[in-house]
């Protein structure tokens, strides 16, 4: 199994900045989150992908909506199944305002991202901006 717990979310003004963290823990957590992705759902809207890391060599991916204001990193710690991945977010604007989810699975697609690309979900963190 493989839990994923969110945190970090909150309210902040346009212009403003949040650093997300997503934890994993669990028995098959070493090999099933070796690939640890951001995504974002408004209420009524499809969940949409921000990015992801591969955990052995740090590669990532954002999505266009990401890119330049995001920002996704892991903790120093080895691979032991209690990696915790973070996403730095800047210059937030209102429509950035979404429940966030941290997911994993253990490869990570290729120049893309889908949500059934991933099995394992946490419960999100909601953030809000405004104005």
């Known amino acids: 199994q493989v839990q994923l717990v969110e945190s970090g979310g909150g309210s902040v003004r346009t212009g403003g900045s949040l650093k997300l963290t997503c934890a994993a823990s669990?028995?098959?957590?070493?090999?099933?989150?070796?690939?640890m992705s951001w995504f974002r759902q408004v209420s009524g809207k499809e969940r949409e992908g921000v990015g992801h890391?591969?955990?052995?060599?740090?590669?990532?991916?954002?999505?266009?909506a990401a890119k330049g204001r995001f920002t996704i990193s892991q903790d120093n710690a080895p691979n032991n199944g209690n990696k915790m991945v973070f996403l730095q977010m800047n210059n937030l604007m209102p429509e950035d305002t979404a429940m966030y989810y941290c997911a994993a699975g253990p490869i990570c697609p290729i120049a893309h991202m889908a949500p059934g690309d991933f099995g394992y979900w946490g419960q999100g963190t909601q953030v809000t901006v405004s104005t």
């Open positions: 890391i591969f955990i052995t060599d740090s590669k990532m991916y954002y999505a266009d």
């Open positions: 669990g028995s098959a957590a070493r090999l099933m989150s070796k690939c």
